[in-house]
């Protein structure tokens, strides 16, 4: 069986017990068809980066499957029908990650500090490695004025 990686975004006015409801029910669907979802993460609501059928914000949730492309056509088609599905995409992919997403490690990087800085090394010092050199004398701009 194929490997897939689902994301859907759901409306940002339906609870999280509510989106939980609705993972269980796509969940239901792939199982129906002898496929099994290994991973489900709920990267909570996050802003869109534009208005998607009048909503700003929406709820993100991932999963990992392993099914029938069958089972695939069948989540999509009723996902295409619930009101409550804004957006979603399926991505076939050679493996799934392993660990948390990219999403949940950043969310893990965000608590880095107080003043949420990220720790630095020493600075390269001079005509080091990372340095760009001395600067460049300018050129005699005298005789061009006015053409700016």
Not at 57 to 62: N, V, W
Not at 86 to 112: I, Q
Not at 121 to 142: F, H, I
């Amino acid at each position: 069986m194929a490997l897939y990686e689902h994301v859907y975004l759901a409306r940002q006015d339906i609870s999280a017990q509510q989106v939980e409801a609705l993972t269980e029910q796509l969940k239901a669907v792939i199982e129906s068809f002898e496929g099994k979802v290994t991973k489900v993460e709920y990267w909570g609501v996050k802003s869109l980066a534009y208005r998607i059928k009048k909503n700003r914000k929406a709820h993100f949730s991932l999963l990992n499957i392993e099914a029938p492309s069958a089972a695939l056509t069948e989540m999509e088609r009723q996902m295409g029908i619930n009101e409550d599905v804004l957006r979603f995409m399926t991505l076939r992919v050679e493996e799934h990650e392993a660990g948390p997403s990219a999403m949940m490690r950043k969310r893990d990087d965000d608590d880095r500090g107080e003043r949420g800085e990220r720790p630095r090394g020493p600075r390269p010092e001079r005509g080091e490695k990372g340095d760009r050199g001395p600067r460049r004398p300018r050129e005699d701009t005298a005789g061009e004025e006015g053409l700016y």
